[in-house]
């Protein structure tokens, strides 16, 4: 996160546009729930077993996709179709062998 955000702030700076009026709620409110977001994510590390958490933390590739999509007319290429298949084809791998192995269950 913090190499990102370095080089996200860093990238933006030719296209910055500061933030006027109903623009400011949209940033606190995307802070807000994206720090609940985290704590809870952060709490559900805690107390589940990494395997059983894991794969809902990488869906978010497939719900963002979706909302860029819908909300925002983004067109995907074929290769970012792709890449989202094989995450999601890692996904439910992960998750069907680590059902079989007896070493993964519920705490």
Request: net charge positive.
């Amino acid at each position: 996160m913090f190499t990102a955000t370095i080089f996200g702030g860093v990238l933006v700076i030719p296209y910055w546009q500061t933030p006027v009026g109903i623009d400011w709620l949209f940033l606190s409110t995307l802070g807000f729930f994206g720090f609940i977001g985290q704590l809870y994510m952060t709490k559900a590390f805690q107390i589940a077993s990494n395997n059983l958490v894991a794969p809902f933390k990488y869906l978010e590739v497939l719900f963002t996709g979706l909302i860029g999509f819908m909300w925002l007319g983004e067109v995907y290429t074929i290769w970012s179709l792709v890449g989202i298949l094989l995450i999601i084809t890692g996904l439910v791998m992960n998750v069907a062998y680590k059902a079989r192995d007896k070493r993964y269950t519920f705490k």
